[in-house]
Structure formats: structure tokens, C-alpha cells
């Protein structure tokens, strides 16, 4: 998933010397020596994140912040291994039809929604409803069923069933997401705006309240016994419970961690990453995303990009490893290819197809025919100036200052050649008005954090550019690629999907549809009272229902 007017990356804004200092101010409450003897039941985690969701439903939009919490609270019919394989969750089995159009799952049995509602196959059947519902503005889940889901059945009390209209091998994949997770069919008829504030799952907490501004409060569902088989125990959570807090600024949310005042921190800020390494009350767990990569898609429609030979020059003038790598200190390493190094089917052919190559830019621009130049330097053609426009989210928890930084290092890179890059900072209202609209930017970051390469389907294909919702932000697409991945789809064979892969690689970084930047990443600060946190692969989630605090959990 993804939404685009969010960044959620860590910032570089006080230096190592200040952090030394302001550690050194912190009292402390994690000790560098504890003794684990097992897990312990009690205690409230406090969990400090940089962004706060627009709505706890993860079925309506679709961004990280909601999938990170709704982990907490709703369960899926499946879970992922690292490995890509699937192991039962909701659902303790499941067949696919030999044509890989029809899947049934049995469901587990006497599992009840923490508002007493049983989980049945209807109960699933309606979460389809609403995920495919255009009211719930669905921009992630429906891209993953667009062209493929054609109805869910419940075909007894236990087993429901879902056709197809093609094979979709990613399907089980993209199910074990959080943005798929089981919510209760009573919760969900409450309507939507009511069901963003207190969605109701079967997981092991539950929603108490949203503190809008400040934090989640989860209970522990006592009653909890549909844990994945992947779980590190099966039961109710140790834990009584959780406060999700939201401590956008990095120094801040670092120093809750170093005093005690959090006990695990999501984006650790890479200017303290050193600090943490060498913290012994601090351990850190790290996870590379599959999907795309964070990355500047170029509008194919503006006047300017819609000649490749100007889009490839931009790519090769930006000098994007440089940029990415001095701003975020080696911590975020480079991603040149459309899919991220973590993703499955992953072709190292395609990290870097247009390397920093001002001579080629500017060959390929005199070619475009941007050769003359105004008084200050940039390039034109007919009179009209070479100028492209590229709007940030001024919200430093959107857009954090390594990544203005990376703007602004590209911005001085393309007036190398000639190319005038126009920075604007907009308010998160002024993005949500420019995200999807063809006419009001040049180039816009975005990234989509997927388990399956599908994700190049679900970001460039003819399918999604129908569908509107602006998830396709270049406005691109082309037939062969769309008949490509379509076959990876289709068949479970890993040669043949790895080959057809490889080719969708191929053929999306030659159209230089993106100036992909860096992969994102679930990076946590844990203090040592803390055992057992984890991340699921399928969206590098945080899981803390297996966790326990050493000490039984007193502040």
C-alpha cells in the first residue's frame, strides 16, 4: 500500500553531538542488564510512531499508519512467512481449484469478534462487500482485486468461497496483509465514519479509544485463541494492553525511548542509529519492504515528460544514488529499479538503469530539442522554459528533512543540465487535491509497499489508470508489460514467474515511468525490558501480541 501524500520516513534535524547530550540527560528506566526468565504476563507497552492514521478501518484508504495498529486488533485468513509460503490463521485450511480461479478456506470454528459477533463465512463474505464497496475509498485493497475478485460465497457456516474471474497467484499473499484483516460484520454496518474510530476485529487487543492528536489505547482480548500458527505462542497477549503514541518529531520520539517514556519505537532516526547500535539497553529490528521503492513517478502526461528522451535525461542528470546516500548517511541505501531489492523475483540486471550521466542528459535533451537557454541558464525550446513541477507535503512527519534534502540535492543536480525543478510545499489538503490530477504536477513521490511483484501491475497498469484513484501517478501504461505480469499471475511456477518478472523489470525501467530513490523499511528501537516483538513480512508490521515486558511490566 501507500498513499501518497504521506512520508514516513525519519528525519535528520539534530546532530550526534545533541543526541549524545540528550541521552545523557535521560534517566534511563531500560537497563542495560535484565534477566529474561520467560515470558511474563502484565503490563501496558507504549509504542511511539511518527504518523497517525486517518481512519483505524484499514479496508478505507490504505496507508501504513493504519496497517501498522489495525496488526494489533484484526486478524487475516492467513499469514506469510518470510519464505513467501502461507500458514493458517482465521482460516485452518484452504484448496485451490486446478485452473487457480476458485479458492475455499475453512474457517477456524468458535472464534467471536470482540463484540460477540461470530466470525462465520458470511462474516467474510461481508468483508469483500465493504473492501469492494466504492464508498469505503478502498485505494489499496482494490487495486489488489481489480480485474481478478468476481464474488465471495459463503458456502456453508465455515467455508466460504472466492472466484476469480483469472488466476491470481498473489491472492493469498495480499490477503495476509493487515488491509485485509477480518473485521466484525455488526461493527462494520455502523457505518463508515463510526467504524474509522473503533474498528472491531478478533485480534489479540482491541480498540478502547482514539485520542486524536495524541494516542490509540488497546486492551487485551482475554478471550484470544485464533493466533497465526506462525506466533510465537498461542493464547491471549502477555501484554494488558498497548498506548499507541504519536511522537512525530525524531528527537523527541527517540529520547521517549532512551527515558523510558516508550519501550518500542517505529523509524529509529538514522542520525541516532550509531547511538542505538551502541546502546546495550536498545535493540533495533530492521525490515526491508517488498514493492516499489520511494520514488519521483514522472507525469507522462505533462507537456514535458511525455518525450522519453526528456524523462531519461531527468533520471540520468539526478545523480539519485549521491543524493539518497548523503542524505540518510548509508542508513537508506539506494534503489534504482521499479521493484525494491526485497521483492520477490527481485532482478539485480535492472538496480541501476540510468546511472548519473550529465553527458547523456544533455545529449538527450539537445535532441529533444530543449537547446536554447534563459538568463538564468535553463533550458527552452519554442520560448517556453524547461521547467517541471514537483510538490512535497510541508508536514515534516510527511515529508522529513532527509528527503527535502534529497529534493533539494536533485533540484541543484538538474540545473546541472538546464532542467529548472520547481519545489512546492503544500499543505496536506493542497497534496490531497493534487494527488491524482494529471494537470498539477510533473513529478510526485509515491511508493507502494506490497509482499508480491504485482505491484507493478497494481502501480502501472492500464487497470489501475482506469480505476482513478491517482494510485497510477504517472498516468502510464503499456500493453506488453500489462500481458506480462498478467502471466506472472497466472501460473505458480517459480522459473517461469521469475523470467516473466524479469522481463517486467525490463520493460518498466526502460520507459523511465520513475526516478526510484531508496526501499522503505520498518526499522524498530526496542528497549531490553521488551522480548518478543517481531515483524510479519507482508508489510514489515510490527507484531506485539507475543511480546512480554521482563520485568512484568512496572514503570
Not at 521503492?293 to 514535458?304: A, R
Not at 524523462?311 to 539506494?334: D, I, L, Q
Not at 522459473?495 to 526502460?510: C, D, G, H, N
Amino acid at each position: 500500500m501507500l498513499r501518497p501524500p504521506s512520508r514516513r520516513l525519519p528525519v535528520v534535524a539534530t546532530t550526534a553531538a545533541a543526541l549524545v547530550a540528550l541521552l545523557a540527560g535521560c534517566s534511563g528506566a531500560a537497563s542495560a542488564e535484565v534477566v529474561d526468565r520467560g515470558p511474563v504476563r502484565g503490563g501496558t507497552l507504549v509504542y511511539a510512531t511518527d504518523r497517525e492514521p486517518t481512519c483505524l478501518d484499514p479496508h478505507n484508504s490504505g496507508d501504513m499508519p493504519q496497517t501498522y495498529v489495525a496488526r494489533q486488533y484484526l486478524d487475516s485468513l492467513v499469514s506469510l512467512q518470510a519464505d513467501g509460503s502461507v500458514v493458517p490463521w482465521l482460516a485452518t485450511s484452504w484448496t485451490i481449484s486446478d485452473d487457480g480461479t476458485q479458492y475455499d478456506f475453512t474457517l477456524k470454528e468458535g472464534v467471536e469478534f470482540h463484540d460477540g459477533t461470530p466470525l462465520d463465512a458470511q462474516a467474510v463474505v461481508d468483508n469483500f462487500t465493504q473492501i469492494l464497496d466504492p464508498a469505503t475509498q478502498s485505494s489499496t485493497d482494490l487495486l489488489y482485486l481489480t480485474g481478478y475478485f468476481e464474488s465471495a460465497t459463503a458456502l456453508s457456516e465455515h467455508v466460504v468461497r472466492i472466484d476469480l474471474s483469472r488466476p491470481y497467484s498473489p491472492l493469498l499473499a495480499a490477503l495476509s496483509q493487515a488491509f485485509f484483516g477480518i473485521e466484525s460484520p455488526t461493527a462494520m454496518a455502523r457505518g463508515l465514519e463510526e467504524n474509522c474510530e473503533s474498528p472491531v476485529g478478533t485480534g489479540p487487543f482491541e480498540v478502547v479509544a482514539w485520542n486524536h492528536g495524541r494516542d490509540v489505547q488497546l486492551v487485551r482480548n482475554d478471550d484470544y485463541d485464533s493466533a497465526p500458527a506462525d506466533a510465537k505462542h498461542q493464547g491471549p497477549a502477555y501484554l494488558d494492553g498497548i498506548t499507541w503514541r504519536f511522537l512525530k518529531d525524531n528527537t523527541t520520539r527517540y529520547g521517549a525511548l532512551g527515558s523510558g517514556e516508550a519501550d518500542v519505537i517505529f523509524n529509529v532516526p538514522p542520525e541516532s542509529q550509531q547511538l542505538a547500535e551502541a546502546d546495550p539497553a536498545i535493540s533495533l529490528q530492521e525490515f526491508v519492504h517488498s514493492g516499489s521503492p520511494f520514488s519521483l513517478d514522472l507525469n507522462t502526461t505533462s507537456p514535458v515528460f511525455d518525450d522519453i528522451r526528456v524523462r531519461k535525461a531527468f533520471v540520468h542528470a539526478s545523480n539519485a544514488r549521491a543524493a539518497v546516500e548523503s542524505a540518510y548517511a548509508g542508513v537508506f541505501p539506494y534503489e534504482g529499479d521499479a521493484v525494491s531489492s526485497g521483492t520477490p523475483h527481485y532482478d539485480e540486471t535492472y538496480h541501476e538503469p540510468f546511472p548519473y550521466d550529465p553527458d547523456e542528459a544533455n545529449r538527450l535533451l539537445d535532441d529533444a530539442g530543449w537547446t536554447g537557454r534563459d538568463a538564468d541558464g535553463h533550458r527552452t525550446k519554442d520560448g517556453v522554459t524547461l521547467t517541471v513541477r514537483l510538490p512535497y507535503n510541508a508536514d515534516g512527519a510527511e515529508t522529513p528533512p532527509a528527503d527535502l534534502t534529497i529534493l533539494q540535492n536533485i533540484q541543484a543536480m538538474e540545473k546541472e543540465v538546464g532542467i529548472e525543478v520547481d519545489l512546492e510545499a503544500l499543505d496536506s489538503a493542497s497534496m490531497n487535491a493534487v494527488w491524482g490530477d494529471p494537470d498539477a504536477y510533473d513529478l510526485i513521490g509515491n511508493y507502494w509497499n506490497s509482499p508480491t511483484p504485482h505491484v507493478m501491475y497494481i502501480k502501472y497498469s492500464k487497470a489501475t489508470l482506469d480505476v482513478g484513484n491517482g494510485q497510477n501517478s504517472a498516468f502510464a501504461s503499456d500493453d506488453e508489460l500489462d500481458r506480462v505480469l498478467i502471466a506472472g499471475t497466472a501460473t505458480t511456477d517459480p522459473t517461469e514467474q521469475a523470467a516473466l518478472y524479469s522481463e517486467a523489470q525490463r520493460i518498466l525501467t526502460s520507459k523511465a515511468w520513475s526516478l526510484p530513490l531508496y526501499p522503505i523499511q520498518t526499522r524498530l528501537g526496542i528497549s531490553n525490558r521488551v522480548k518478543d516483538v517481531w515483524i510479519e513480512p507482508s508489510e514489515g508490521e510490527p507484531v506485539l501480541s507475543d511480546a512480554y515486558f521482563v520485568d512484568g511490566g512496572d514503570r
